[in-house]
């Protein structure tokens, strides 16, 4: 452990950021038109499984932020203060995809989602609740998804799955379903993260072993890599020759 920190979390979030950058330099290989992966094609083959694994570690680790804060209101301010600095970044984010790919502007990605989950979250997270409850709570959303994306309606009930004829975009994970595995996560982190420490099989695990180190210190700085890791990945394809912007 690292502070506050669980090495088996940050590892986790690691092989989530590893996945997503891998996912990303193909995404980048086919929206260029490289021609070199014509085997990949992002409508059938989702990014979905990797956005499940980072939403649920993100719903995790608000168990984890706030499980030994006795306070219930400084529990919940935290929380926002969190959640308001992802929202800044998420802005930034559309801002620019909306400068450079207008077309397809991310107006409510993954940052967006965890940004605006955080706040909806404090009820269940800082009102100590039984796992059940946000378990309950996120199978419906999740349940719900697919008769709230067959709606349709005007652009303010885009981040809640309601989009408009012709909507498209980079990134888009709405409150429905995603906002369910965020409290999935949760759930999760209640059993096995209760009053902020270890549970269960997890109290066999000692210190980090050496060889996840460089996983966990991706895992460490998940936030800034995941900003970064596109214009990279866009600016080394570009180097290459393999891309022209």
Request: proline share 7%; hydrophobic share 55%.
């Amino acid at each position: 452990m690292r502070g506050s920190r669980y090495f088996e979390l940050d590892a986790a979030r690691g092989i989530a950021l590893i996945l997503m950058i891998l996912y990303h330099i193909l995404f980048c290989l086919y929206f260029f038109g490289t021609g070199l992966v014509p085997w990949f094609d992002p409508y059938t083959m989702s990014g979905a499984p990797i956005a499940f694994l980072f939403i649920v570690i993100a719903g995790i680790s608000l168990v984890l932020s706030t499980g030994r804060e006795t306070s219930p209101v400084k529990a919940a301010k935290k929380l926002v203060i969190r959640s308001l600095y992802l929202l800044c970044i998420a802005a930034v984010i559309t801002i620019v995809t909306w400068i450079v790919y207008p077309e397809e502007t991310v107006v409510f990605g993954i940052l967006h989602l965890i940004g605006v989950a955080t706040i909806l979250a404090i009820p269940f997270v800082v009102m100590k609740v039984k796992p059940y409850v946000p378990l309950v709570f996120g199978l419906i959303c999740i349940v719900l998804s697919p008769f709230v994306s067959m709606l349709r309606g005007p652009a303010f009930l885009i981040p809640f799955g309601i989009t408009y004829n012709g909507f498209a975009t980079l990134d888009y994970e709405p409150l429905i379903p995603w906002f369910g595995v965020v409290l999935l996560g949760v759930a999760l982190g209640q059993v096995i993260y209760k009053g902020g420490v270890r549970r269960g099989i997890l109290t066999r695990l000692g210190e980090m072993p050496r060889v996840l180190a460089p996983l966990c210190f991706i895992g460490r700085h998940t936030l800034i890599i995941y900003i970064v890791h596109v214009p990279i990945i866009i600016g080394v394809l570009f180097l290459l020759g393999l891309v022209s912007l």
